[in-house]
């Protein structure tokens, strides 16, 4: 009579069982035993083992739970591998943010929307003044620091929803989902006042200059991104720095 099992794996906080499963019958294990991705597939057996010896499961079987298990195993680890290289390839490797080659994918993306559903959204372009008389005075190493400080200070005022990067060097680009011209100025003076309202370890006051824009359904990249440049450099030319302008 066909033998009828079971099944449960337990792998890096997450449980699969097979159809209608229950703890029933005899138990046999495999594990593989692995700080990165540990894996452990149960087998209960649904056959009668009353007839049978102590251990009603064969030694062929035994290996084949565990080569499923270890099959399991290099699975996950060829995933974490993916999703480790994915990871570096679209996060800014200082800053932990978005890098300028996944920028440009979502503001792709959200042009699209615009261009074909009308989606509201604003570009912020900031960038930090006086930057290389920083990095010249106190050294590289502190304008990092500065850099990374920053970062963990604008993410902080923004929308879960909005998506930050670095632009580069000591420019952001932040991407405001459902922001209309009004709401993305209201976003960019909170992004001025809360840099300037903090001093920085050594440094001491630091501020920053914005610009920003909407995404108009007319626009590519190019279009999108050279209005927020002009209004960035409108900001620090008649703004004096420490400045907000819109186009």
């Not at 002009?230 to 004096?240: C, F, H």
């Amino acid at each position: 009579m066909p033998r009828a099992y079971l099944a449960r794996i337990r792998a890096q906080g997450w449980e699969a069982t097979s159809e209608g499963f229950r703890e029933s019958g005899a138990r046999q294990v495999a594990t593989v035993e692995h700080s990165d991705t540990p894996v452990q597939v149960e087998v209960f057996s649904l056959h009668d083992t009353a007839a049978t010896t102590a251990d009603p499961f064969l030694p062929q079987e035994q290996r084949l739970l565990d080569a499923i298990a270890e099959e399991i195993h290099q699975a996950l680890r060829h995933r974490r591998a993916l999703e480790a290289l994915q990871e570096q390839a679209t996060r800014d490797c200082l800053t932990g943010i978005f890098n300028r080659q996944h920028l440009e994918i979502e503001l792709e993306r959200a042009l699209a929307r615009t261009q074909r559903y009308g989606d509201a959204a604003a570009l912020v372009m900031l960038d930090i003044d006086h930057f290389k008389a920083i990095n010249d005075t106190y050294g590289h190493n502190t304008g990092d620091e500065i850099l990374q400080q920053l970062t963990s200070r604008v993410r902080a005022t923004l929308r879960c929803e909005d998506i930050l990067g670095r632009w580069g060097g000591e420019e952001f680009l932040a991407l405001l989902p459902g922001n209309d011209a009004g709401s993305a100025l209201r976003t960019a003076e909170r992004l001025r006042t809360c840099i300037e309202a903090e001093t920085f370890p050594e440094v001491g006051r630091v501020t920053i200059s914005l610009g920003a824009t909407i995404l108009r359904p007319e626009d590519d990249t190019t279009t999108l991104l050279a209005r927020v440049d002009q209004a960035l450099y409108e900001a620090k030319t008649s703004g004096g720095r420490n400045a907000v302008a819109a186009r």
